[in-house]
């Protein structure tokens, strides 16, 4: 099972990233997908959630009406549009899938918000 981020960078207070992360090794379409994220000094904490067909989303509420997670089960990928994104949305974004019991994470990818 590989998991791979990517789109992190660094921006503006207000401005947009999409994160995309690429699977493989396991039948992404039937599994629902979920992005974390870590900020320096704190827990690793749940953002979004997609189910396995894309129909249902839930947010935390600090993202709820900024971020967007969407996938495209031909592609095998999940993506997180951030928008208006504030400094204390600097972390590191990963993507998770819980697959025969077991959690597997991506690498991660950074995104810092500053001016």
């Known amino acids: 099972v590989q998991l791979v981020e990517s789109g992190g960078g660094l921006v503006q207070p207000g401005g947009s990233l999409r994160l995309s992360c690429a699977v493989s090794?396991?039948?992404?379409?039937?599994?629902?997908m979920s992005w974390y994220r870590q900020a320096p000094g704190k827990e690793r904490e749940l953002v979004a959630t997609?189910?396995?067909?894309?129909?249902?989303?839930d947010y935390s509420d600090s993202v709820k009406g900024r971020f967007t997670i969407s996938r495209d089960n031909a592609k095998n990928t999940v993506y997180l549009q951030l928008n208006s994104l504030q400094p204390e949305d600097t972390a590191v974004y990963y993507c998770?899938?819980?697959?025969?019991?077991?959690?597997?994470w991506g690498q991660g990818t950074q995104v810092t918000v500053s001016s």
């Open positions: 997609i189910t396995s067909t894309g129909g249902s989303t």
């Open positions: 998770k899938v819980l697959w025969r019991l077991r959690p597997y």
């Open positions: 090794g396991f039948p992404f379409s039937d599994y629902p």
